[in-house]
């Protein structure tokens, strides 16, 4: 089962992409969890919901520098039209997915079709909640927590938050289905 589990994982042929993938996706959970355990009165205390929110925003730092690594390998790797296609007014890689639904199959990831314009949003997500938080940070240092514009900009950061987690969890979703029917489908090919 393991073996068949390894082999269903996307990205086999490129281990350092499949590596990043896993240390985001941790991340992102991390910091779905430790929400709520956040107060931006405790930054500077020393006790527990001061060490989470620390730890909040030093792993938010960390997923941008892991964010802005995926974005350019995704781009060195298969180009901005591969991930964005809707930019240059292409949409036949997403009409050829919807045909391949329509018969009840799952489409296999090509330029330009849902798998790769959903990861490209992804991506953009990660990086426009993480630069946010960041910047949350740099101006609460700067300006304090009673400024107008941190209070503002924390609450970008929280709104743009509901993008990423609606992605990580669709995302996490499609991917164990993915999976599942891989799985099955080595199974089938074995009988």
């Not at 930054?43 to 527990?48: D, E, I, P, T, W």
């Not at 009673?146 to 743009?160: A, E, G, I, R």
Request: charged share 10%; hydrophobic share 55%; aromatic share 12%.
């Amino acid at each position: 089962m393991a073996v068949n589990l390894r082999r269903a994982l996307p990205h086999q042929d490129t281990p350092f992409f499949r590596g990043l993938h896993i240390v985001v996706a941790v991340l992102v959970l991390a910091q779905i969890i430790n929400s709520n355990m956040t107060e931006t009165e405790a930054l500077g205390q020393f006790s527990l919901t001061g060490m989470v929110t620390f730890l909040h925003i030093i792993s938010g730092f960390g997923l941008l520098l892991c964010g802005v690594v995926m974005l350019f390998w995704m781009l060195a790797q298969r180009g901005a039209r591969y991930y964005f296609s809707y930019l240059y007014l292409d949409f036949q890689g997403v009409t050829d997915d919807f045909r391949t639904l329509r018969q009840f199959r799952l489409p296999e990831a090509h330029a330009g079709g849902m798998a790769a314009i959903v990861q490209g949003l992804g991506v953009l997500s990660l990086l426009g909640v993480a630069a946010v938080g960041g910047l949350w940070f740099i101006l609460n240092m700067m300006y304090g927590p009673d400024s107008v514009l941190v209070h503002d900009v924390l609450h970008l950061h929280k709104f743009l938050t509901v993008f990423i987690e609606t992605y990580f969890w669709a995302h996490g979703a499609m991917g164990i289905l993915h999976l599942l029917l891989t799985i099955r489908l080595q199974q089938l090919n074995k009988e």
